[in-house]
């Protein structure tokens, strides 16, 4: 509200360091960085403001290792990389050996483990997870209580319509991050609903409630101790989702309760929980999705107790069982043993063996495939 | 889901790697670094894992100046402050002249202009922005569309009962950011959700809902040529707010559409932004707050033409103009001359000169004032 090129440069500066207390803010007077900056031919120029810095790379998930970043007479580094192909891909910059996020660029990667920066470079036509201008459905955040945990946060995605289509009932995805993310991952790196919007007005997937809750017991491995963690964790998780999360949704969200309108999925640790809590529960999920599912061999018996003891059953329990990885994956020779498994006991499954390893790019194909198949 | 610590181990931080591609990741079998850590006295240690660092500096909103951190044999930095004051304050780490958040912690301030993590001393008994067992409203993520500007986001909170009383309507407060921050910025760092839970809790507030856009219609001015800036962004904002904002809010929430059932309030550049849309459209708004509103002395005619024009008529027409400002902060000069302005015109208004500064600290605090004497 202010037009004194001056003045207002000098107080906005006042005002970020008074916040900030930013290391490295711009001078007034200087012209901004801009970072990322997605040029017409889908090449991309990354900047950071770090005159005292001797090294810095950038590390994206485009690229298959750091990128050597110039400094120039002002002390911004910058490089310029691509053509890139249209995606949303994490990025962070390494500075003298530290990881650090882009400092101008709002878009955060949420995640207890890293902190990395979002890069999204649209393509034409739209990609399915790109934000365009159809009827969107609202993602909310919530709290549940459990008695042993506390008050717990949860994310939910109601499809377009779903305030004022009263009377309608739907089918519920519950949708697992991976280990380190949290209840938001989903919806800010995976874009779950801006996936299900594109797909819903497009007639290619049922409206359904997604329901993504923090997907541990107890907070990430470098917060917790050893005795909280791994099947300690699994089976406290099992029961607040069982126990408290469940009815929380039941009782407050209008979505069917029978199991072929309940579908289960995650990612990395969020698979090893969704195949654990889908195919143990049958009476509960009719459609389980592992998405480069964390799993370790000598466990596979344990975790996969109920559907190994009766395959036959299972077969016809189960609507979809479905698993994707990519060849890239650090976990594409445990899970490739698993299928043929799975393939041994006669388990039907289907699979989506990708390109690509370990990612959130690879998470929304498989959203964004699965979301077509479900509750059809 | 995995039990065997050793290579359970290996595989998160192949994970890690693969995920954030991590420098500075702890390698397998070490300790985890925890940061920050409250102690049961209210000091707090922050920690940071950078071993080729030759310098690293704690900045803390509950500290007058930077603190120096100290290095241990495996290359953590750390360092223990306080006793604190309980509260929910900003701050980030300068590694060798760079400003980072801290990677351990997930908590992140969100801002367009700079990155700064968040720590919470909870007191006892709990603060009014404190998580507490009490019934929790919704915070809605949405879209509306501007014609001009695109897919707009804003975010939206439905107090409790909300969803299952749907007869009843509700009055609205149009809560506005700071310069260089986002929509999620009064719930994530203002906890403007939790504060209302707890004072409808209380019986203190009225059950209300709080819209929360983009407080903007460009970017920030880092990535923004200069004639998007300042005026013509005020402009572009008021017709984004007044044609798109307002009738999405009032064609898909349940609030009352009269002038006593409608308040603005905005920090800083909302504070500014406030001050002009709530004193320019009296037959919207019955309710004014500005919590160290933006301004500068040469707009003061400008920005306050209608209520200056008639302080009679103005007086009549508002049922609260507020204004609150800390004695430390920046804008408290100009804020102070505006102050008189407003008496030698008999323009009626409430203030609180609070302590502290241009913090969020102060806006939850005037958050918690305000929203005890809107709608009543």
């Not at 916040?19 to 900056?37: D, K, M, T, W």
């Not at 920066?117 to 365009?132: A, F, K, N, W």
Request: proline share 8%; with cysteine; hydrophobic share 40%.
């Amino acid at each position: 509200m202010m037009n004194q090129p001056l003045s207002i440069r000098f107080l906005l500066a006042c005002l970020l360091l008074s916040l900030g207390r930013l290391a490295g803010a711009q001078p007034p007077g200087s012209p901004p960085v801009v970072s990322p900056q997605v040029n017409t031919d889908n090449t991309v120029t990354f900047r950071l403001l770090a005159p005292a810095a001797k090294d810095v790379k950038l590390n994206a998930q485009f690229e298959k290792a750091p990128v050597a970043m110039t400094k120039d007479a002002r002390g911004v580094w910058s490089v310029t990389t691509g053509p890139v192909k249209p995606d949303m891909y994490p990025y962070s910059f390494t500075v003298d050996g530290i990881s650090v996020a882009d400092p101008k660029n709002s878009s955060i990667f949420p995640n207890e483990g890293f902190q990395n920066s979002l890069v999204e470079i649209t393509g034409s036509p739209p990609l399915v997870h790109t934000i365009q201008n159809v009827p969107h459905g609202t993602v909310s955040y919530q709290f549940y209580t459990s008695p042993e945990l506390g008050q717990r946060p949860v994310v939910v995605y109601t499809p377009p319509g779903y305030e004022t289509d009263t009377k309608t009932t739907y089918p519920v995805l519950y949708l697992l991050h991976g280990t380190t993310d949290l209840e938001e991952t989903w919806t800010k790196v995976g874009r779950a609903n801006i996936i299900l919007d594109n797909l819903i007005s497009q007639g290619k997937a049922k409206p359904m409630v997604i329901v993504m809750p923090y997907g541990r017991a107890f907070p990430v491995i470098s917060k917790s101790s050893g005795s909280l963690r791994n099947w300690d964790n699994l089976q406290a998780f099992k029961k607040d989702f069982l126990g408290n999360l469940m009815p929380f949704v039941e009782k407050n969200y209008r979505v069917r309760k029978d199991k072929d309108s309940r579908a289960i999925a995650g990612f990395s640790g969020g698979g090893g929980e969704t195949l654990y809590l889908g195919l143990n529960n049958p009476d509960l999920f009719s459609w389980v999705c592992g998405f480069a599912p964390g799993m370790l061999k000598e466990e596979f018996e344990r975790n996969n107790a109920t559907a190994f003891a009766n395959p036959a059953l299972t077969n016809q329990r189960l609507k979809l069982f479905w698993i994707g990885v990519g060849k890239e994956d650090m976990l594409y020779p445990v899970i490739n043993d698993y299928l043929k498994v799975l393939d041994d006991k006669k388990i039907k499954h289907e699979t989506l063996i990708s390109d690509g390893g370990h990612t959130w790019m690879n998470c929304k194909l498989y959203l964004s495939t699965i979301a077509q198949k479900l509750f059809r």
